[in-house]
């Protein structure tokens, strides 16, 4: 069962995990949230807010993963990593602020996820019941530090990639605010730690994440209702044309999703559980989502046919190429764009399978993938190449 489960060093059931991740993301790029009879678009309902957010929860599963998994590093091989991600996180931010200048619809997370690899590296060497524990904290705490940090600071809820304010865009007033998404890295950080080999792990990622999803949404619904339901968030709304979109139609943006936080009229905002709006709600909900689609898909490694596998895993084992490349095909005046979006996302999702099927078949790591391991490797020489040399000079003195 074993090469079910792993292939090589890495995990089957977590690279279906990004592929699945990949094509989510793609799309609630491609499709419009709102149908013409003003329901919410399948994709939406589906993917927004969740698909970014598994993304993110991988991206604390792969960190844990890379630095020893159960057996986490200590020592020497701990600091070479931490150096390692910090080179990662130099690429990450550097690719995505150089693909948001591209005339391109989706809203680029590469910059803000190297931000969160940054803030990983001081916690990399920490055990999965400590870092469940910092999950669990954030979710409930960083969406109040947020609210308040707005509510104080002088940083505007949108800024200019690049601009004075880029730094508080990439932590506090951007669409994937690293702030409050420490939440998906810490919970990533303890799955990744886990032992995925097993089945029991998946069932309990399953259980646990549908039932943390369900009851945030429930709770949520009733905390509104009882705080005045959407009437007292439509009264609540700041002047100005920042959130002048929200009072044109409320209800809509509520189901269809936010862009990274709350308005900072009125604390009753933090009761919604909106995609993208960085509430305890919201987070704990596609937190719980996200770690159910992870055990889904250990246990889909496990059970399913290779010829099934295999190339959802080699999809998921070269996303950052892959999402770059979907970020550059859906640029304006693209010839690869079309009207008709359910051909457009099939195309890319197919062309996705087939190229990383082909690519990890014939050459092995993704062209991106190559960079960053590249990086990660030299980063981490520079911390035990010192250490292989005072042994070198040891055995000469002895």
């Not at 999950?135 to 308040?148: D, I």
């Amino acid at each position: 069962m074993h090469d079910r489960v792993m292939s090589g060093r890495r995990v089957l059931g977590v690279d279906v995990a990004r592929a699945l991740a990949l094509f989510g993301m793609m799309s609630v790029h491609i499709f419009p949230g709102v149908r013409a009879d003003g329901s919410l678009h399948p994709s939406y309902v589906l993917a927004a807010g969740r698909s970014a957010a598994l993304f993110a929860v991988l991206a604390g599963v792969g960190l844990a993963l890379a630095t020893g998994g159960r057996e986490r590093y200590d020592g020497t091989r701990l600091r070479a990593a931490r150096v390692g991600v910090l080179a990662r996180a130099m690429l990450l931010v550097a690719l995505g602020l150089l693909l948001g200048r591209v005339d391109s619809p989706p809203l680029v997370i590469l910059a803000y996820y190297g931000v969160l690899f940054l803030l990983a590296i001081p916690f990399l060497g920490l055990p999965a019941r400590t870092l469940a524990a910092l999950a669990v904290g954030c979710a409930v705490v960083t969406p109040v530090v947020s609210h308040l940090a707005r509510l104080h600071l002088a940083v505007a809820p949108i800024a200019e990639p690049g601009g004075r304010h880029l730094f508080a865009e990439l932590l506090l007033t951007g669409t994937y605010p690293a702030l409050t998404w420490t939440t998906y890295l810490f919970a990533g950080l303890a799955i990744g730690r886990a032992d995925l080999r097993r089945a029991g792990t998946a069932v309990r990622l399953v259980v646990g994440g549908v039932v943390a999803a369900v009851s945030a949404h429930l709770v949520s619904g009733w905390l509104l209702a009882w705080a005045g339901g959407t009437d007292r968030l439509r009264g609540a709304l700041p002047a100005g044309p920042v959130y002048a979109f929200l009072g044109d139609d409320l209800d809509r943006w509520l189901r269809e999703g936010l862009f990274g936080t709350t308005p900072t009229a009125d604390w009753h905002w933090l009761l919604i559980a909106t995609p993208h709006s960085g509430t305890s709600f919201d987070l704990v909900a596609t937190s719980g989502s996200a770690c159910a689609v992870v055990g889904f898909c250990l246990l889909l490694a496990r059970q399913a046919p290779r010829w099934l596998v295999l190339p959802l895993a080699a999809t998921g084992s070269m996303t950052l190429t892959l999402y770059t490349a979907h970020v550059l095909a859906l640029a304006a005046g693209s010839p690869l764009m079309t009207a008709d979006r359910l051909h457009l996302w099939l195309g890319h999702v197919a062309v996705a399978i087939v190229v990383a099927t082909l690519w990890r078949t014939l050459v092995g790591r993704g062209p991106l993938e190559w960079a960053a391991a590249q990086l990660d490797r030299a980063g981490r020489r520079l911390v035990e190449r010192p250490r292989l040399t005072d042994r070198a000079t040891a055995n000469v003195s002895e």
